[in-house]
C-alpha cells in the first residue's frame, strides 16, 4: 500500500522566517496530495491541496510544490507568524480511494515571537 | 452548512466492552472516513464508505467495523476493548465520488479512554 514519510517531525522558526514540510510517497499512482493544519485541541482542516498535473500551487503565504519523478511534495509557508504554529499533516490519495488518504506523521511547527 | 458531527465528544470504557461512535457528515457529501489519532502513530485509515458500502479498509483487526446508513451517517463499532485502542478518532466526509478526490472536512472526533 501507499507509504507517506514526512519530515522534519519538528521545527523551529523565528517569526517572519520560512518554514518547509517535505513528504514523500510511494504510490505512483497517487494523484491527490492535501496538506492539514491541526491546532491543538481541534480537528484538522485543510490548507492547500494539489494534484498531480499540477507542479505548483500557491494561496498567500503558503505554497505546495509537486515533483512527480521523484515522488515528492513540499509545503512552505513564508513570513510565518505565532498564528502557524500547529501540526502539519501531509497526505496522499489515489483515485480509486477518494476517501482513504495515507497521511504523513505530522510536523509540529512552532513559530516564536 | 452544518459541518461534521461526532458523536458522543467523550466515552470513557473498561476493557472487554464495545464501543460504537456515530458521525453525520456534511450535508450532501456521500462519502465517510474514519481515522484513529494517537500521539505517537499520527492519523491512522481505519475505513471509508461511500453510498452505504464499505470501499476501503485499513489495517486494523477485525474487532473494527463501521457501516453507513442511507443518509450518509456512519457508525464504527469496536469490540472487545483494550487499552491500546484508547485514541481520538476522527471522522471526515467528503463528496468524493467514484474516481474523485475531493477535500476531506474532519469532526472534532471522539476521545475513547479505555480503562
Known amino acids: 500500500g501507499e507509504n507517506v514519510e514526512q519530515h522534519p517531525s519538528t521545527l523551529s522558526v523565528q517569526e517572519g522566517d520560512s518554514a518547509v514540510i517535505k513528504c514523500t510517497y510511494s504510490?505512483?499512482?497517487?494523484?491527490?496530495f492535501p496538506w492539514y493544519k491541526q491546532e491543538l485541541g481541534k480537528r484538522p482542516q485543510l490548507i492547500i491541496d494539489?494534484?498531480?498535473?499540477?507542479g505548483e500551487k500557491k494561496d498567500q503565504r503558503i505554497a505546495v510544490t509537486l515533483n512527480k519523478t521523484a515522488k515528492h511534495f513540499s509545503l512552505h509557508i513564508t513570513e510565518t507568524q505565532p498564528e502557524d504554529s500547529a501540526v502539519y499533516f501531509c497526505?496522499?490519495?489515489?483515485?480509486?480511494?477518494?476517501?482513504?488518504?495515507?497521511f504523513g506523521d505530522g510536523t509540529t511547527l512552532t513559530v516564536k515571537p | 452548512k452544518a459541518g461534521v458531527t461526532q458523536t458522543p465528544r467523550y466515552l470513557i470504557k473498561t476493557r472487554g466492552q464495545q464501543v460504537t461512535l456515530s458521525c453525520s457528515p456534511i450535508?450532501?457529501?456521500?462519502?465517510v472516513s474514519w481515522y484513529q489519532q494517537t500521539p505517537g502513530q499520527g492519523l491512522q485509515f481505519l475505513f471509508e464508505?461511500?453510498?452505504?458500502?464499505?470501499?476501503n479498509k485499513g489495517n486494523f483487526p477485525g474487532r473494527f467495523s463501521g457501516r453507513q446508513f442511507s443518509n450518509s451517517r456512519s457508525e464504527m463499532n469496536v469490540s472487545t476493548l483494550e487499552l491500546g485502542d484508547s485514541a481520538l478518532y476522527l471522522c471526515?466526509?467528503?463528496?468524493?465520488?467514484?474516481?474523485?478526490?475531493?477535500?476531506?472536512?474532519f469532526g472534532q472526533g471522539t476521545r475513547l479512554t479505555v480503562v
Open positions: 471526515a466526509s467528503s463528496l468524493a465520488g467514484p474516481a474523485m478526490n475531493t477535500e476531506a472536512f
Open positions: 504510490d505512483s499512482a497517487s494523484n491527490y
Open positions: 494539489i494534484r498531480s498535473n499540477v
Open positions: 497526505a496522499a490519495s489515489k483515485p480509486s480511494g477518494a476517501g482513504k488518504s495515507t
Open positions: 450535508s450532501g457529501h456521500r462519502s
Open positions: 464508505y461511500f453510498s452505504e458500502t464499505q470501499r
